[in-house]
């Protein structure tokens, strides 16, 4: 009996101290949140709450997290925020709810931990203002895409859609002149950030674009948002010829007949003249007289310096070829195409000193004798000068290759 009294003293501290813990943590600020069970179509509103309650009163309202995350848009309703009250255990607790509208941007499944509530209350035992960071239940909101509006691309989900076009300036154009082309897409149901870029990229070398950016516009009417997407276009004309605008076909998920729709817009054609000439500007002409005078001198002044070496490069090739073989052939060639006797004998003799074996003279050497000797003899010997047996055997002369002279060793060794 001692040792239970003994145990009972010992325990009594730690009782009394989880009991104050126990009713401690049940006078906590409480913080819940509640969200669609069901999926939300893309670009429609899904209501989030978060409720904030304490046993007291709250000195200053509560800090709410966003809810801020890619691909999730987030608005707050007018009057976001209101008091509330409900029962807690029996006694009545105070708090505020804070209402969001998100529109998912995409599909997928969005989670919202972890986030905390900053909460501000009075201290059930002192009513001295207390500051706690609850953190916000677990919630998770699903997002997906009708079946029947899964092709569409880029994704638009709305209840109405519809694109109108003003064109500002002449489709007949100079180089130079401008024309404004400006898109509106308005739509209905859903937030106009899912409107897509409204005007293709230009890749057109007639027209020079100047694009703008692209202006939004969003309303609220109880939650459904609607707006409108204004894309403009300068273009200036470059060149002369025939060109377009493109046509602009988008297409976009009804969510109130569940089909696919498209809006489109005609192209716009354009007829653009060529350039006119227009005269030099003198400061023009001053700076192509000046590129022209520096041209001058700069080639005055390579020729005058090259000039020397080109006459000699010129010089040595001509020698170096009056002294060689092909030029000894050549001679030869036209010797006999022009039946000179003499002219051939020379460019003979001028073959052997350079190269060519006097073997593979001998028939074009006889054949000479027999023109000269039917030149020379008395008339009554007088035969035929045979010059095509003549330029035959060259023929033959030339598909043979001349001996290489031997250099002669140096006379003062």
């Not at 599909?107 to 009513?127: C, H, I, M, R, W």
């Not at 677990?138 to 859609?161: E, H, Q, S």
Request: hydrophobic residues 40%.
């Amino acid at each position: 009996m001692r040792y239970l009294s003994l145990l009972i003293f010992i325990m009594l501290p730690v009782w009394s101290w989880a009991q104050d813990a126990q009713v401690e943590n049940s006078m906590a600020p409480q913080v819940t949140i509640e969200a669609p069970e069901d999926d939300t179509t893309v670009g429609q509103a899904a209501i989030v709450r978060i409720k904030v309650l304490v046993p007291t009163f709250m000195p200053s309202p509560p800090v709410f997290p966003s809810l801020e995350q890619e691909n999730l848009l987030v608005r707050l309703p007018e009057r976001a925020s209101g008091p509330i009250s409900e029962s807690v255990n029996g006694e009545t607790w105070s708090g505020v709810q804070r209402s969001y509208r998100l529109y998912p941007l995409a599909s997928g499944v969005f989670d919202f931990g972890p986030q905390e509530v900053l909460v501000t209350y009075a201290d059930p035992k002192t009513n001295e203002p207390k500051q706690v960071s609850v953190p916000l239940p677990a919630t998770t909101l699903t997002a997906t895409v009708p079946d029947a509006a899964r092709g569409v691309d880029p994704l638009i989900i709305a209840n109405g859609f519809e694109l109108t076009q003003e064109i500002e300036g002449e489709t007949d154009m100079n180089a130079g002149d401008a024309i404004t082309r400006r898109l509106t897409a308005k739509i209905t149901g859903t937030s106009p950030i899912m409107i897509p870029a409204l005007l293709p990229e230009a890749s057109d070398l007639l027209l020079q674009p100047y694009p703008k950016e692209p202006r939004f516009t969003e309303t609220e009417d109880r939650g459904i948002l609607s707006g409108q997407r204004v894309d403009e276009t300068v273009y200036v004309a470059r060149e002369g010829g025939q060109t377009q605008l493109p046509a602009i076909s988008i297409n976009w998920f009804n969510l109130k007949s569940g089909e696919i729709e498209t809006a489109e817009l005609d192209a716009v054609q354009l007829t653009l003249a060529a350039p006119k000439w227009k005269p030099p500007t003198p400061e023009t002409l001053i700076y192509a007289v000046f590129l022209l005078g520096a041209f001058s001198v700069l080639s005055w002044g390579a020729v005058h310096l090259t000039r020397p070496r080109y006459r000699a490069w010129r010089n040595d090739r001509r020698t170096r070829y009056l002294t060689s073989y092909e030029f000894a052939l050549n001679q030869l060639h036209e010797s006999l195409k022009n039946h000179d006797l003499s002219g051939s004998y020379t460019a003979l003799e001028m073959c052997k000193t350079r190269g060519q074996k006097p073997k593979d003279l001998v028939d074009l050497e006889a054949t000479l004798t027999q023109i000269g000797a039917s030149r020379y003899a008395p008339d009554s010997q007088k035969t035929h000068a045979d010059w095509t047996k003549a330029l035959l055997a060259f023929k033959a002369i030339k598909t043979r290759r001349p001996r290489t002279l031997a250099v002669l060793p140096p006379l003062n060794p």
